[in-house]
């Protein structure tokens, strides 16, 4: 059983839902990076997003571009990535580490040693935002050999024939992106959300987690209600990108600690 199930397992017994948090590689620097990565689990992270700093990140909205600029002025690319998550590692074999990343970097070293080096890793899974599904099939049978889950975006324009399409290769959780349009775009639509969520269940047992457009302790708690995972990236990056150095990780601690509470209340009396 991967790690990313046992959670969702685990929280679901308990009737709790997922904290997922996203930070890009890198940004502020390799270093601080994975004392941030050591301070999300300290505050309630289930499992944590690492984004791979990409020069065209098309699905990110400037918060999350700026990250990627700023990585990549420190040298982070792939292969440092996988390099902060070993780093991270040394002190954590528990939280599941999903690499959210584009599709060039990864064909640019080889997909097979790509995998290879996730898998040594310890990855948990990938979502690699520009690969369609129709061009998948080899790259999710290669993770499934090693372990790692496959775990697709489906958007609100998603058409329930592509939906079935893409839960047929998905593995431990469906990620929906709340939004039309980049990360950090808008407010959510907690309606629309909540309907296009309860659509997709229809074809799929997997959890579903929301993400894009979560910037609050209230619209994590709307957003909990709804699905088994609350997804929070533009909104940690900005803390990341305005904090002083000095400042940095009490700030991200308690952006953290108010989101994890707002879920735990929706947990209590929902």
């Known amino acids: 059983m991967s790690k990313i199930k046992s959670v969702f397992d685990s929280l679901l017994k308990s009737q709790a839902k997922a904290l997922i948090p996203f930070v890009t590689a890198g940004d502020p620097n390799p270093e601080m990076t994975v004392k941030i990565l050591h301070?999300?689990?300290?505050?309630?992270?289930?499992?944590?997003?690492?984004?791979?700093?990409?020069?065209?990140?098309?699905?990110?909205?400037p918060v999350i571009q700026r990250a990627s600029?700023?990585?990549?002025?420190?040298?982070?690319?792939?292969?440092?990535?996988?390099?902060?998550?070993?780093e991270f590692r040394k002190k954590n074999s528990h939280t599941p580490i999903i690499l959210m990343g584009y599709a060039n970097p990864m064909e640019a070293i080889g997909i097979d040693?790509?995998?290879?080096l996730i898998h040594e890793a310890d990855v948990d899974g990938v979502i690699t935002v520009d690969y369609p599904p129709e061009e998948s099939k080899?790259?999710?049978?290669?993770?499934?050999?090693?372990?790692?889950?496959?775990?697709?975006?489906?958007?609100p324009t998603t058409e329930d024939k592509r939906i079935k399409l893409i839960i047929e290769q998905a593995t431990g959780f469906i990620y929906y992106v709340s939004l039309k349009g980049v990360?950090?775009?808008?407010n959510i639509d907690i309606e629309q959300v909540t309907e296009?969520?309860?659509?997709?269940?229809?074809?799929t047992k997997l959890p579903i987690g929301v993400g894009f457009g979560v910037?609050?302790?209230?619209?994590?708690?709307?957003?909990?209600?709804?699905?088994?995972?609350?997804?929070?990236?533009?909104?940690?990056?900005?803390?990341?990108?305005n904090s002083p150095p000095s400042e940095m990780i009490e700030k991200i601690k308690a952006l953290m600690m108010d989101m994890k509470k707002a879920i735990e209340k929706q947990e209590m009396t929902g």
């Open 183 to 186: 990360t950090g775009s808008a």
């Open 196 to 203: 296009r969520v309860q659509n997709i269940k229809k074809y």
């Open 69 to 86: 600029e700023r990585a990549i002025a420190n040298n982070v690319g792939i292969k440092r990535t996988i390099e902060i998550v070993k």
């Open 113 to 116: 040693l790509f995998i290879e």
């Open 138 to 155: 080899e790259f999710v049978e290669k993770l499934k050999s090693k372990g790692i889950d496959s775990i697709f975006l489906l958007s």
């Open 39 to 61: 301070a999300l689990v300290d505050t309630g992270a289930d499992m944590i997003e690492v984004g791979i700093p990409f020069t065209d990140p098309m699905a990110d909205g």
């Open 215 to 241: 910037r609050d302790a209230n619209t994590a708690k709307e957003v909990a209600l709804i699905s088994d995972a609350v997804v929070i990236g533009s909104r940690i990056v900005q803390e990341i990108e």
